[in-house]
C-alpha cells in the first residue's frame, strides 16, 4: 500500500488508509504500507517508512515543493518493499500514490488499486501551491 502522507495521524485519509488496511489483513491479505518518513505506526501494521530529507522534518497538508523529494524517496522506498515482498497487486492511495504506484505496478506486471479523494487542482490551489487564476 503506497500512503504519500504522514501516517499515522487521526484524521483525514489516514484514518480511511487504517481501516482498508485493517479489512484487508482480516481477509487473509499481508498490506505493507509504504508511507513518508514521520508518523505513528499502529499495532500489528507493518509500516516502511521514508528516510527523511535534512531541510525538511515536518510535513504540511495539501501541495508543497517539499514533496517532490518525499515522493522520489517514497517510490525508493516502495520500490524496495516490491522487492522484498513481492505483492500480487499494488493499493495506492491518493493522486501522487496513484502516480507511483502505476510505474511500480506496471514494473512488477502486478494490477493497481487506486483510492482518489479529492480534486488534484483544487487541493493545490486551497494550499496556494496554484493560483486560482490560472
Avoid at 501494521?45 to 501541495?63: F, H, I, L, N, Q
Amino acid at each position: 500500500m503506497i500512503a504519500p502522507t504522514s501516517f499515522f495521524a487521526d484524521y483525514g485519509c489516514h484514518v480511511r488508509i487504517l481501516e482498508e488496511a485493517r479489512i484487508l489483513q482480516k481477509l487473509g491479505s499481508r498490506v505493507t504500507i509504504c508511507t513518508y518518513h514521520n508518523g505513528r505506526n499502529p499495532p500489528g501494521m507493518d509500516v516502511r517508512r521514508t528516510a527523511s530529507v535534512p531541510w525538511r522534518k515536518d510535513y504540511e497538508v495539501g501541495s508543497s515543493r517539499h514533496k517532490v523529494a518525499f515522493d522520489a524517496l517514497l517510490f525508493l522506498r516502495a520500490l524496495f518493499a516490491m522487492w522484498q515482498v513481492k505483492p500480487q497487486v499494488v493499493h495506492a492511495h491518493l493522486h501522487e500514490g496513484a502516480l507511483i504506484g502505476l510505474v511500480l505496478a506496471k514494473l512488477w506486471r502486478v494490477p493497481l488499486v487506486f483510492d482518489l479523494q479529492g480534486s488534484l487542482t483544487g487541493e493545490m490551489i486551497d494550499h496556494h501551491f496554484l493560483s486560482p487564476d490560472g
